[in-house]
């Protein structure tokens, strides 16, 4: 027997169905329909919105960026809340300006917020903190509506709203402050002062922080902005022009400084130098000292001169020199005075208080083949050394010697040249003007090897010109018609013919040694010392560049001290690739903190040129007058004090200074 559906009867072997069935499949296609365009606005209609979260938060990120960026190259909130609309707007491919409520202005002690609304409704919100010298911070948010395809049927006829968020940091300066003193002394009820001078007068070439109270015993011109946190006014304080130095009123570009109040500085939290190099043993009699780990103190001795291979110096057990000349200046021989090349400089770099380093030469005509013309011969010396950094090799060259002259006969004439070691150099370069005028032109006509290894242990007799009285020792050299040339100022530097580097300027004071070169396009300006850029892979480039050949850094770790005695003399330039720091200790972003009490001070001629991290340890500068602190990129110390003789000059953050750090996403 069959059975039956439901609702349905047999007759005469036909099923018959009652007609109240009729248009069910209908409203189950209906049904199927709902699901399957729901299936499809969730896939077209949801990438759709993830691509656009995913283009809106990109367009923002931008933003963050690019407000941090210009305001970091401007100072000028404006100009970055209005840089970040257009970037913003230009990847989401809407150009025409939004409007923006209230307008783009500048936070004050409270942030401001900014509205700007695009021609399709996007929004961008801009919160703008200043935190002053601890940094500045934009916080955005963004919306923008999604037209729905496929899911409009299962809306009331709304449009969700996509958003995005983030936010950007950046330093509020564009260099990082000449003086910078992160302990709170002297605020909130602590005694004490984060900096302070104990007497006469103290000149800064850039911007003053502390996060502590600032005591000025004397006198004090700050040609910069000054923010002390808990001080409305500094007593004996003075704002200039920056960056002249000028009084007010200022002219163009000059700005006047002003004093801040409320601000805080965050510990920067550079990293660590990495040391590239193995242990190396206390320093003895050799006079140059490479990179690398030091386990013990140096305790360099009085009397003696030693040359700073470039590079990374960690110093675990700290450093003290009570009476050496420590330095990575390469000089020449017989250094001139500036701007009269026939006469010595009385004060010699490497000779100085009684230590006797200097290195000197001696040209003279003897017999021998090959001679010269009947003609007098010019001829200037320099000092060559090849720096190394990440494995390539960079060259140096000193500026001139003073100009030798010497008269040949023709027939049975040549020249010699005896030069006594200066240290540092590795060889000479030595330059002929056929003109026989100390005013040139000069061309390069040979180059003289360093034999052996100069030491220090007994310098008393130097210069010597033969023999082993000198330890530095000495070297010499031959010129013939051989070695005739033509001056060529388009020849490569180190080529035939090519011109010598330029001549030193003029010292300071008239008790100082000469100063290096300005920095100028090559061939020109100082090819050896702290004004001297290459590209990486060598190449002469004008400052800033990627390498400043031969620059050191000291590291000194915790259980480490700086002690630059006032017996000694401490003379170091650092570099672009060192981010101009001279002498690092950590902080307490780095443990274990460096927390000890560092001492700078000077016997005749001491430069710290870069920048003095030690930002959870004191630093006290007791000030000589040949304590050369012009050329310091600046200090930054749990606490500084100068004291001493004054007055001083400080400060140069825009040549020998790190880089602030970089405009970041932080959220």
């Known amino acids: 027997m069959r059975s039956r559906g439901a609702g349905a009867s047999w007759s005469r072997g036909i099923l018959i169905r009652p007609r109240n069935q009729k248009g069910q499949a209908i409203v189950l296609v209906a049904l199927m329909l709902v699901a399957v365009v ?4 969730l896939a077209i209609d949801g990438s759709r919105a993830y691509a656009l979260r995913r283009d809106l938060q990109a367009a923002l990120d931008a933003a963050v960026l690019a407000a941090g960026d210009n305001y970091q190259r401007t100072s000028n909130f404006p100009s970055a809340e209005a ?3 257009k ?3 230009t990847n989401l491919r809407l150009y025409s300006n939004p409007s923006c409520s209230p307008g783009y202005i500048s936070p004050g002690a409270a942030p401001v917020t900014i509205t700007c609304t695009f021609s399709d409704g996007t929004t961008l919100t801009q919160v703008v903190a200043n935190a002053g010298p601890g940094g500045t911070t934009f916080t955005f948010a963004a919306t923008r509506g999604l037209t729905l395809q496929f899911g409009r049927i299962l809306t009331n006829g709304g449009s969700p709203q996509v958003a995005a968020s983030g936010g950007s940091s950046v330093g509020n300066l564009v260099y990082q402050p000449t003086l910078a003193a992160l302990n709170s002394a002297g605020c909130g009820g602590v005694p004490g002062a984060a900096i302070s001078t104990t007497s006469g007068g103290l000149a800064v070439i850039g911007d003053v922080v502390s996060n502590g109270a600032i005591s000025i015993a004397g006198s004090a011109q700050v040609a910069g902005d000054t923010y002390a946190r808990c001080q409305a006014s500094v007593p004996n304080l003075q704002s200039q022009c920056y960056s002249s130095g000028n009084n007010a009123p200022c002219s163009y570009p000059d700005v006047l400084g002003t004093t801040r109040t409320g601000y805080a500085l965050s510990d920067p939290n ?3 130098p990495t040391v590239v190099g193995g242990s190396q043993s206390k320093p003895a009699t050799n006079v140059l000292i490479a990179a690398g780990t030091y386990a013990v103190d140096p305790s360099f001795a009085s009397g003696t001169c030693y040359f700073l291979g470039g590079g990374v110096y960690r110093w675990n057990g700290g450093y003290t020199n009570s009476g050496a000349f420590v330095s990575n200046e390469l000089r020449p021989p017989d250094e001139p ?10 004060h010699q770099f490497w000779n100085t208080n009684g230590i006797n380093c200097g290195g000197s030469a001696q040209v003279t005509a003897i017999s021998g083949p090959n001679a010269l013309s009947n003609q007098t011969w010019a001829i200037v010396i320099t000092a060559t050394r090849t720096s190394t950094f990440n494995g390539l090799p960079y060259l140096r060259e000193s500026a001139p010697s003073r100009c030798y002259t010497v008269q040949t006969n023709g027939t049975t004439r040549i ?4 030069v006594s070691n200066v240290p540092g150099a590795t060889g000479y370069n030595i330059y002929l003007a056929p003109s026989g005028s100390c005013n040139g032109p000069f061309g390069f006509s040979e ?3 360093v034999v052996g290894t100069p030491a220090n242990n007994n310098t008393a007799a130097c210069p010597a010109y033969s023999g082993g009285s000198c330890s530095l020792g000495n070297e010499g050299i031959v010129l013939d018609s051989t070695n005739l040339i033509v001056p060529n100022v388009l020849a490569p530097a180190d080529t035939v013919g090519a011109y010598p580097p330029a001549p030193e300027s003029a010292p300071l004071r008239s008790n100082l040694p000469n100063e290096n070169a300005d920095r100028a396009a090559p061939p020109a300006g100082d090819r050896a010392n702290e004004n001297h850029c290459d590209a990486v892979g060598g190449t002469l480039v004008t400052c800033p560049g990627a390498v400043t050949p031969g620059s050191v850094s000291f590291y000194i770790p915790s259980g480490g001290c700086l002690n630059a005695g006032s017996g000694g003399d401490d003379y170091f330039f650092s570099g672009y690739q060192y981010n101009w720091i001279v002498v ?11 927390t000890c009490s560092n001492n700078m001070a000077a016997a005749v001629d001491s430069a710290f040129i870069g920048y003095v991290y030690t930002p959870s340890a004191s630093l006290t500068i007791t000030k000589a007058s040949t304590f050369r602190t012009d050329e310091s990129g600046g200090l930054l110390a749990d606490t500084i004090t100068f004291t001493g003789q004054m007055p001083t000059i400080i400060g140069d953050p825009a040549d020998y200074g790190p880089a602030p750090p970089a405009t970041r996403i932080v959220s």
Do not use: C, H, K, W
């Open 83 to 85: 840089a970040a609309s």
């Open 38 to 41: 729901g299936m499809a606005a």
């Open 270 to 272: 550079y990293p660590p």
């Open 87 to 89: 970037i913003f707007g």
């Open 415 to 418: 020249i010699q040249v005896r």
């Open 447 to 449: 180059s003289l090897a």
């Open 337 to 346: 005075i500036y701007n009269d090349n026939t006469q010595l400089q009385p």
């Open 584 to 594: 690092y200790e950590p902080g307490a972003g780095n443990p274990p903190a460096n």
